[in-house]
């Protein structure tokens, strides 16, 4: 780490993207359930989902440019990449720099800083975004943008036992009402329930199995002219 340095001949990165999270899952390399570095056994996370903390930031560039990242990648001092000693890899990171409020979102995809007191290790990409590169170190703010996996989020939902209705609105005119309910019917191809209370009707959509298909339908009823209607859940 002493002999590492900045590019000579850098490119322009001060058009580098942020890495653009999604869900990946965790990789096979990098992920030992511990692992010890320097005499020091760090402790890997089963998830970052929630993480986040308050540190020092520092960088890593030329030394280890083209060599393998802990999980088994190429290290790329040019991209939004970052190391981090715990969190599993890869995970996405939200930096924001506390001293000019700068951010960027980083891949975290090695293992490091191992010095004491430092929580993340940013690429020279990164590092430059966030004006690090003239200090060195600086103090940020970390935090995972967690992507659950979409094919257990949709195991979820059909496993959902919830039932979702949609209140169109409510009127003291019943015969308006049961007029609408036919139209809704129709159109939507939903059942429909009215539900009275104090000489007042309630016109609910539903019910609809699925919260997401609720979700989608309650917007599409916004934008088709009811847009007081919202979502009950039972």
């Not at 309910?181 to 009707?201: C, F, G, P, V």
């Given at each position: 780490?002493?002999?590492?340095?900045?590019?000579?001949?850098?490119p322009?990165?001060?058009k580098?993207?942020?890495a653009h999270?999604r869900y990946?899952?965790y990789?096979?390399g990098?992920n030992k359930k511990?692992?010890?570095v320097?005499g020091?056994?760090y402790?890997?996370?089963?998830?970052?989902k929630?993480?986040?903390a308050?540190?020092?930031?520092?960088w890593?560039?030329?030394?280890?440019h083209g060599?393998l990242?802990?999980?088994?990648?190429t290290?790329?001092?040019?991209?939004?990449?970052?190391?981090?000693k715990?969190?599993?890899l890869?995970?996405y990171?939200?930096?924001?720099n506390?001293?000019?409020?700068?951010?960027?979102?980083?891949?975290?995809?090695?293992?490091?800083?191992f010095h004491?007191?430092r929580i993340?290790?940013?690429?020279?990409?990164?590092?430059?975004r966030?004006d690090?590169?003239?200090t060195g170190?600086?103090?940020?703010k970390?935090?995972?943008?967690?992507?659950d996996?979409p094919?257990?989020?949709?195991?979820?939902?059909?496993?959902?036992?919830?039932?979702?209705?949609?209140?169109?609105?409510a009127s003291s005119?019943?015969?308006?009402?049961?007029?609408l309910?036919?139209?809704?019917e129709?159109?939507?191809?939903?059942?429909?329930?009215?539900?009275?209370?104090?000489?007042?009707?309630?016109?609910?959509l539903?019910?609809?199995?699925q919260h997401q298909i609720a979700?989608?339908l309650?917007e599409?009823l916004?934008?088709?002219g009811?847009?007081q209607?919202?979502?009950?859940?039972e």
């Amino acid at each position: 780490m002493a002999d590492d340095k900045a590019p000579s001949n850098a490119p322009d990165v001060t058009k580098v993207e942020d890495a653009h999270p999604r869900y990946e899952p965790y990789s096979r390399g990098g992920n030992k359930k511990n692992y010890t570095v320097l005499g020091k056994t760090y402790q890997v996370m089963d998830t970052g989902k929630g993480y986040q903390a308050t540190g020092i930031a520092s960088w890593y560039g030329s030394k280890f440019h083209g060599h393998l990242t802990s999980n088994g990648e190429t290290y790329d001092m040019y991209s939004m990449s970052a190391a981090h000693k715990t969190l599993p890899l890869p995970s996405y990171v939200r930096v924001t720099n506390l001293d000019n409020s700068k951010q960027v979102i980083v891949r975290v995809n090695d293992r490091g800083p191992f010095h004491e007191g430092r929580i993340i290790d940013l690429s020279y990409a990164a590092a430059h975004r966030l004006d690090v590169l003239k200090t060195g170190t600086a103090k940020v703010k970390i935090e995972v943008i967690y992507i659950d996996n979409p094919e257990s989020v949709a195991l979820a939902e059909l496993k959902e036992s919830k039932l979702h209705y949609i209140q169109v609105l409510a009127s003291s005119n019943k015969s308006k009402v049961e007029q609408l309910a036919k139209n809704l019917e129709s159109k939507y191809q939903l059942k429909t329930r009215l539900l009275s209370a104090n000489n007042l009707y309630k016109l609910q959509l539903g019910p609809i199995g699925q919260h997401q298909i609720a979700t989608k339908l309650n917007e599409k009823l916004k934008s088709d002219g009811y847009p007081q209607s919202y979502l009950i859940t039972e």
